[in-house]
């Protein structure tokens, strides 16, 4: 891999990032069509934007990754593998849900439905390079891209002092983080002197750091940390959660959705990369490993204790989101004490990624779907199972899948992010996951039991459901029962 | 020459650290902006003497683009301040505590 030279786009490459080309074009033309429609033409949007969205996915599905160990893109900036294959397909499909449910739940907040569908289309654009992105640049510019639509989105609605709130603090702590992030990236710049990560990690593995600070292996180290750091915050890892529960409970419900899931599995996709750059350097000091170690346990620990008492199903989304994430980092520990394990992490990681995808998505789903009742008190989902026997099972079966319930995705998922811990030998963190696991049953269950158990309130109605919000949910309850009783066909 | 660059880099730390600690002191809306706009621009201080000591031009092509994402947060900031003080009449950060536990 020549960084300097001077290669001319060729098809192999427009190949690979042509569903985020589909998508960039289809949000542009979303843009004209709001710009130059009248009143009626907006109705228009979402199916544009379903279009759009639809197309990348096929595209991506005929055309994309062939199955080979990888493919390499422009001049080593994007890396195209098994990992970034299943995560993009999941992102799409995310986007694609998001927009079925939400039609309805925009119109009824007044929110602007021209800005809202063009701004989801570029943050799934800039999710799907992100979790491509194989370069410090294009990783940290399609990390600030996401997060721009994702500020901008949060705050969307207006004279709604919560959703400013929210996106004033989504703004300036994502902003903080960004900073650090991009602090860190100095210093792994400056120890290596390259931002290729295929170069640093030769560089790495050769042990003689060539950069201007290669010097002193504290940079690197240093610079690694922060970027932990940095991605902490957008992993929403504890301890640098502590926004996350006021964001999603006063964002949009669709575009909360989209913050605990779409960006987290990019995310996630891309600290993955970095993470591969770390295990390359053979003299890691262990205290990464033992900060990574600290950060996995207080995730589990806050997420968990947040939820517990926690009267908002949204906060209660957001603080169970950052015990999932927790679990995500879980085969990065035992990648750390045994390496062999990477191929098997790698796939455990893979299969999460769409496990916690599809359950997380779904449970916002129905919350978007129940509209300004179902954002706030767990006590309004009182009898829902009379009001709407579908909204409840769906909400029910995605809060089982959270738990871990055998035939769910959650449980597959989980036992597979567990077994890799095992197989390390790391025993201690096993065991303590699987307990905090169990623990949250009862939070879960909290809300099923409401569903099922209580009577409804006594002015409350039946709850009528949208065609294409039936459609997302039901897709929705389909991939978690199919992907956890053929798990083949995902990884 | 090597003094220029290790000057450089101790100014861009201490540039940083300013933002970082500015950021939990500030109280003020704009004040929190202009912290996280001081930490952008110790890094790309510090990505500019990198590549110049180095002779790649990788850091130069990173500066350009901290430079245009820094203006798009400072478009994105602003906007939203404005929405802040129109709902609240304020933007003391302290004044926005309405969603908690």
């Given at each position: 891999?020549?960084?300097?030279?001077?290669?001319?786009?060729?098809?192999?490459?427009?190949?690979?990032?042509?569903?985020?080309?589909?998508?960039?074009?289809?949000?542009?033309?979303?843009?004209?069509?709001?710009?130059?429609?009248?009143?009626?033409?907006?109705?228009?949007?979402?199916?544009?934007?379903?279009?759009?969205?639809?197309?990348?996915?096929?595209?991506?599905?005929?055309?994309?990754?062939?199955?080979?160990?990888?493919?390499?893109?422009?001049?080593?900036?994007?890396?195209?593998?098994?990992?970034?294959?299943?995560?993009?397909?999941?992102?799409?499909?995310?986007?694609?849900?998001?927009?079925?449910?939400?039609?309805?739940?925009?119109?009824?907040?007044?929110?602007?439905?021209?800005?809202?569908?063009?701004?989801?289309?570029?943050?799934?654009?800039?999710?799907?390079?992100?979790?491509?992105?194989?370069?410090?640049?294009?990783?940290?510019?399609?990390?600030?891209?996401?997060?721009?639509?994702?500020?901008?989105?949060?705050?969307?609605?207006?004279?709604?002092?919560?959703?400013?709130?929210?996106?004033?603090?989504?703004?300036?702590?994502?902003?903080?983080?960004?900073a650090f992030l991009l602090?860190?990236?100095?210093?792994?710049?400056?120890?290596?002197?390259?931002?290729?990560?295929?170069?640093?990690?030769?560089?790495?593995?050769?042990?003689?750091?060539?950069?201007?600070?290669g010097g002193n292996s504290?940079?690197?180290?240093?610079?690694?940390?922060?970027?932990?750091?940095?991605?902490?915050?957008?992993?929403?890892?504890?301890?640098?959660?502590?926004?996350?529960?006021?964001?999603?409970?006063?964002?949009?419900?669709?575009?909360?959705?989209?913050?605990?899931?779409?960006?987290?599995?990019?995310?996630?996709?891309?600290?993955?990369?970095?993470?591969?750059?770390?295990?390359?350097?053979?003299?890691l000091p262990a205290g990464?490993?033992?900060?990574?170690?600290?950060?996995?346990?207080?995730?589990?620990?806050?997420?968990?204790?947040?939820?517990?008492?926690?009267?908002?199903?949204?906060?209660?989304?957001?603080?169970?989101?950052?015990?999932?994430?927790?679990?995500?980092?879980?085969?990065?520990?035992?990648?750390?004490?045994?390496?062999?394990?990477?191929?098997?992490?790698?796939?455990?990681?893979?299969?999460?990624?769409?496990?916690?995808?599809?359950?997380?998505?779904?449970?916002?789903?129905?919350?978007?779907?129940?509209?300004?009742?179902?954002?706030?008190?767990?006590?309004?989902?009182?009898?829902?199972?009379?009001?709407?026997?579908?909204?409840?099972?769906?909400?029910?079966?995605?809060?089982?899948?959270?738990?871990?319930?055998?035939?769910?995705?959650?449980?597959?998922?989980?036992?597979?992010?567990?077994?890799?811990?095992?197989?390390?030998?790391?025993?201690?963190?096993?065991?303590?996951?699987?307990?905090?696991?169990?623990?949250?049953?009862?939070?879960?269950?909290?809300?099923?039991?409401?569903?099922?158990?209580?009577?409804?309130?006594?002015?409350?109605?039946?709850?009528?459901?949208?065609?294409?919000?039936?459609?997302?949910?039901?897709?929705?309850?389909?991939?978690?029962?199919?992907?956890?009783?053929?798990?083949?066909?995902?990884? | 020459?090597?003094?220029?660059?290790?000057?450089?880099?101790?100014?861009?730390?201490?540039?940083?650290?300013?933002?970082?600690?500015?950021?939990?002191?500030?109280?003020?809306?704009?004040?929190?902006?202009?912290?996280?706009?001081?930490?952008?621009?110790?890094?790309?201080?510090?990505?500019?003497?990198?590549?110049?000591?180095?002779?790649?031009?990788?850091?130069?092509?990173?500066?350009?683009?901290?430079?245009?994402?820094?203006?798009?947060?400072?478009?994105?900031?602003?906007?939203?301040?404005?929405?802040?003080?129109?709902?609240?009449?304020?933007?003391?950060?302290?004044?926005?505590?309405?969603?908690?536990?």
């Open positions: 891999m020549e960084p300097n030279s001077i290669t001319l786009i060729n098809s192999h490459d427009l190949a690979l990032v042509a569903p985020a080309i589909v998508l960039g074009v289809s949000a542009l033309i979303v843009l004209l069509v709001d710009l130059f429609s009248m009143k009626l033409g907006r109705s228009v949007l979402p199916l544009l934007t379903l279009g759009g969205l639809g197309l990348a996915l096929i595209v991506h599905v005929t055309t994309g990754y062939r199955g080979a160990e990888f493919e390499i893109a422009f001049d080593g900036c994007l890396r195209f593998d098994r990992m970034t294959y299943i995560a993009q397909i999941v992102i799409l499909s995310l986007t694609l849900f998001l927009t079925l449910v939400s039609p309805l739940y925009l119109i009824r907040r007044r929110i602007p439905r021209g800005e809202y569908y063009v701004l989801i289309m570029f943050a799934a654009l800039a999710m799907m390079v992100l979790s491509a992105s194989n370069e410090l640049l294009t990783l940290f510019i399609n990390l600030e891209l996401l997060s721009f639509c994702l500020y901008i989105l949060t705050g969307i609605e207006q004279g709604n002092l919560r959703s400013t709130e929210a996106a004033f603090k989504y703004f300036t702590i994502g902003s903080y983080a960004a602090f860190g990236m100095t210093m792994v710049y400056g120890a290596t002197g390259a931002t290729h990560f295929d170069e640093i990690r030769v560089i790495l593995a050769s042990g003689s750091l060539g950069g201007a600070l504290l940079f690197l180290a240093g610079g690694f940390a922060l970027m932990l750091v940095g991605f902490g915050f957008k992993l929403t890892l504890a301890p640098f959660h502590m926004y996350a529960p006021d964001v999603y409970a006063g964002a949009p419900t669709p575009v909360a959705g989209l913050i605990a899931t779409g960006s987290k599995v990019a995310a996630v996709t891309a600290f993955f990369a970095i993470f591969e750059l770390m295990i390359a350097w053979g003299d990464v490993y033992y900060a990574l170690y600290g950060v996995v346990v207080l995730s589990i620990i806050f997420g968990n204790l947040g939820a517990l008492v926690q009267p908002n199903i949204k906060r209660l989304l957001a603080y169970s989101g950052v015990s999932h994430s927790g679990y995500f980092m879980i085969p990065l520990l035992a990648v750390m004490t045994s390496p062999e394990l990477m191929d098997k992490a790698e796939l455990a990681v893979t299969y999460y990624l769409l496990a916690y995808g599809v359950m997380t998505v779904l449970a916002f789903g129905v919350a978007t779907t129940l509209g300004p009742e179902g954002e706030r008190d767990i006590d309004r989902y009182a009898g829902l199972a009379r009001r709407s026997p579908v909204l409840a099972a769906a909400m029910a079966l995605a809060l089982l899948s959270m738990t871990g319930v055998p035939i769910t995705v959650g449980f597959v998922g989980k036992f597979r992010l567990f077994a890799v811990a095992v197989d390390a030998g790391l025993y201690p963190l096993a065991i303590f996951a699987l307990l905090a696991s169990v623990a949250s049953a009862y939070y879960y269950l909290r809300v099923v039991v409401k569903m099922y158990m209580e009577e409804p309130p006594a002015e409350a109605e039946p709850i009528p459901l949208e065609g294409s919000n039936a459609l997302a949910l039901l897709a929705g309850v389909v991939c978690i029962f199919l992907f956890a009783v053929l798990p083949a066909l995902v990884v | 020459m090597e003094l220029l660059f290790q000057g450089n880099l101790v100014l861009s730390a201490i540039i940083f650290a300013i933002g970082a600690f500015g950021f939990l002191w500030k109280r003020n809306a704009i004040g929190i902006f202009l912290c996280i706009e001081l930490m952008l621009n110790a890094c790309a201080l510090a990505f500019l003497t990198l590549s110049q000591a180095m002779g790649r031009p990788e850091g130069v092509a990173v500066f350009i683009f901290i430079i245009s994402v820094a203006a798009a947060e400072a478009g994105i900031g602003l906007a939203l301040f404005i929405k802040i003080f129109n709902e609240k009449e304020t933007i003391d950060a302290d004044s926005l505590s309405m969603l908690r536990d």
